[in-house]
């Protein structure tokens, strides 16, 4: 089961860096890369135990540590790393940072906690009763978290000193919410699907009203697990996938694979908002290298076999590389191909799906297929595929 969590920092102090981060419970890593997608290295800060979410102010980067109890800090470098900043947290699972304080959410107590910015006077109840929360934020008014209840899924909110809680401010799909952030018009959050088995979606309300809220400001993500937002972009770990993906604020230009990690089980994103550092003045400028030809992707078809609950998808590849099949419930598959053309892979379903499929006759896969070219930005669709199973008497 993937570490539950959420990521979240907005920094607004000037820097000369400009970075995103995120945390890999597989590997106890906190990974980085450029903002601009560029760089990325998974094994950035080597935490251990299963860091599952990332924040970053203008000194430190900061993590929550579901396996240690703890919230963990190191320079922004990398040195100084502490992963005992913040101790005897009941399986943290998200972290958030402002000018004064570090808040964090304990889906362990249904707590969210806080402490002041050098980790002392740790209150480990700011706000009790916050229904399973999965992630936390915050911006100059209030506290956020995100998690669910025993029929609903909520964004609650309060003030930053834990007054006047609204556990239940905002209604939400009952699915697997986990990860939250905000800027100045919306509070988004991340629905990683592991409780629908298929919806893979950020969602968004209005910051002021908290009414009419859309679960589906962005589908087809890869179990989002944790969300960001900078001055223009709204940022996601996928953890089916291992990328972060990136889109404008308003939904538009949709890139699921912005950051191929190289990391497992993603779950955390931060990101610092600032602009790459311009040249020095008069200082040679390097030849912009010739890019690749984009790839492309596309499923022709999809033929079923009833009577193994399998099914043979069919793609077409614009050029050589690795395609890659992943999503829950069913097993992954991954095919070099030499050559352009048509590649077919055999969709198999994983125990709980085959016995759906027992049951019932028939189950959705929800799948993702990534295909990394040899040369070139890696391209990845999202598909439904209703699997059968022909039952004999």
């Not at 890369?33 to 094994?43: K, L, P, Q, R, Y």
């Not at 502490?82 to 940072?97: C, E, L, M, S, Y």
Request: glycine content about 14%; aromatic content about 6%; charged content about 15%.
């Amino acid at each position: 089961m993937i570490a539950i969590a959420v990521a979240l920092s907005l920094l607004f102090a000037a820097q000369a860096h400009a970075f995103v981060y995120w945390a890999d419970s597989s590997s106890g890593t906190i990974g980085r890369a450029n903002n601009d997608g560029s760089g990325a290295n998974d094994a950035f800060i080597n935490v251990g135990g299963q860091p599952n979410s990332v924040a970053v102010d203008s000194g430190h980067i900061y993590w929550a540590n579901g396996a240690t109890g703890s919230v963990g800090r190191a320079n922004l470098d990398g040195s100084g790393v502490n992963n005992a900043f913040i101790t005897g947290i009941k399986v943290p699972n998200g972290v958030a940072v402002n000018a004064t304080s570090i808040y964090w959410s304990s889906i362990g107590a249904n707590e969210i906690g806080r402490a002041n910015l050098d980790g002392t006077a740790p209150n480990l109840a700011l706000v009790t009763g916050a229904l399973g929360p999965c992630g936390v934020a915050v911006d100059s008014g209030h506290v956020y978290w995100v998690g669910l209840g025993s029929s609903s899924g909520y964004v609650g909110r309060a003030s930053l000193t834990g007054n006047s809680p609204q556990p239940e401010w905002v209604p939400i799909t009952f699915t697997g919410h986990c990860g939250i952030a905000v800027n100045s018009a919306n509070v988004f959050w991340a629905n990683t699907g592991f409780l629908s088995g298929h919806l893979h979606e950020i969602g968004r309300v209005n910051l002021f009203t908290g009414e009419n809220p859309d679960p589906s400001m962005i589908g087809d993500a890869n179990g989002p697990c944790g969300v960001a937002v900078d001055a223009t972009h709204i940022y996601w770990a996928n953890s089916g996938s291992g990328t972060i993906g990136r889109a404008n604020t308003d939904a538009t230009g949709v890139n699921e694979s912005f950051i191929a990690t190289g990391g497992g089980e993603i779950c955390g994103v931060a990101v610092d908002g600032l602009a790459p550092p311009a040249p020095a003045p008069g200082a040679p400028q390097p030849p912009a290298p010739t890019p690749a030809p984009a790839a492309s992707l596309r499923l022709l078809r999809t033929v079923l076999d009833p009577q193994r609950g399998t099914a043979r998808l069919t793609f077409r590849l614009s050029t050589r590389g690795k395609l890659t099949v992943t999503g829950l419930g069913v097993h992954t598959v991954t095919v070099r191909s030499k050559r352009a053309g048509k590649v077919t892979v055999t969709l198999r379903p994983k125990q709980k799906l085959s016995t759906e499929l027992a049951k019932g006759g028939q189950a959705k896969a929800r799948i993702t297929a990534r295909f990394v070219p040899l040369a070139g930005t890696a391209v990845t669709l999202a598909r439904t595929v209703r699997l059968v199973e022909k039952h004999t008497r």
